[in-house]
């Protein structure tokens, strides 16, 4: 390997370090700032890219570390970030976090995941670190879960909507998939968390992959039946339209689009109402249509 390819290796080691989840855009700045000589006046290549993630790769294997890459699930922007692959279980951030922060964290996921449209209101987020087993204070709750969306553990999706962040979604997928029933989306087969359900069968699309050209005429790709709603399919439909199921918005709008829905969906005020009033009496969640409830094992 000649100095400069170990150079950019080492220096992209430190900044994901560093940064812990860097986007697609940012990786390639990385990788064309460690260029040299005429290389350096033009952008990475993808393929220069593929080929600095692959030495990485095989640099840290020895530690069990490996470069994750997965989208964004509001707008499908591709982030990396260095995962351990030993150890994808979340009582390994016991040395960065309190007992009570981990368990803050579990819970916080599991009320997302569950929750029908995956993103919970930020109060009922804040409600959730007030319950008996963890009781922060309000202030200390607030600090707390801004920093994790700060640090792309949870992402505000829109006014006040807290969905899984990429990093959770990065660095925990193993964590997610022993403990929710959880899908991959059918297109790009990446676990898929926030998106859309076909009307008819099973299948879900991220939002960014549910684009016009993989579902025409709103056919769904697995069963050729009616993939969602085409009363939704209006983007510009008012709000006393929409629907809190995200299995019928829109199928092709952007995922601005997306986001604006679930801000004015019923969701919204119900989970208002549920951080208000507190949720120790919510129903069992159901699974969507088939009607198998969702496990999941907080321990
Ligand atoms: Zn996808
Ligand atoms: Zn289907």
């Known amino acids: 390997m000649s100095s400069e390819s170990d150079n950019t290796t080492k220096y992209l080691i430190q900044s994901l370090m560093w940064r812990q989840c860097v986007s697609e855009d940012n990786l390639k700045r990385l990788v064309t700032k460690c260029k040299r000589g005429e290389e350096a006046a033009t952008e990475a290549s993808n393929e220069l890219v593929a080929e600095v993630v692959t030495r990485v790769n095989r640099q840290m294997r020895a530690y069990n570390i490996s470069v994750s890459r997965g989208p964004n699930e509001s707008d499908g922007t591709i982030y990396y970030a260095l995962i351990n692959t030993a150890d994808n279980d979340i009582t390994r951030m016991a040395n960065s976090w309190s007992q009570k922060e981990l368990l803050y964290f579990r819970k916080l996921m599991a009320a997302i995941i569950e929750n029908k449209n995956s993103c919970i209101a930020s109060t009922k987020m804040l409600n959730i670190g007030r319950e008996d087993d963890i009781k922060f204070s309000l202030p200390v709750s607030e600090t707390l879960t801004n920093k994790w969306v700060e640090q792309k553990w949870f992402e505000d999706v829109s006014d006040g909507k807290i969905a899984i ?37 099973d299948t879900k699309l991220h939002y960014h992959c549910s684009d016009v050209q993989f579902i025409p005429d709103n056919k769904c790709p697995n069963c050729a039946k009616q993939f969602a709603s085409t009363t939704t399919q209006n983007t510009n439909q008012s709000d006393s339209d929409s629907v809190a199921n995200d299995s019928t918005q829109g199928v092709n709008g952007s995922a601005h689009n997306h986001r604006i829905d679930d801000s004015t969906d019923e969701e919204t005020v119900e989970d208002l109402n549920e951080a208000i009033v507190g949720d120790s009496d919510e129903e069992p969640i159901q699974r969507r249509r088939s009607g198998r409830s969702k496990r999941s094992r907080l321990s």
């Open 165 to 201: 962040g990429i990093r959770t979604l990065l660095e925990m997928s193993v964590y997610i998939r022993e403990r929710f029933e959880v899908q991959d989306c059918f297109r790009c087969k990446i676990l898929c968390i926030r998106g859309l359900n076909c009307m008819s069968c």
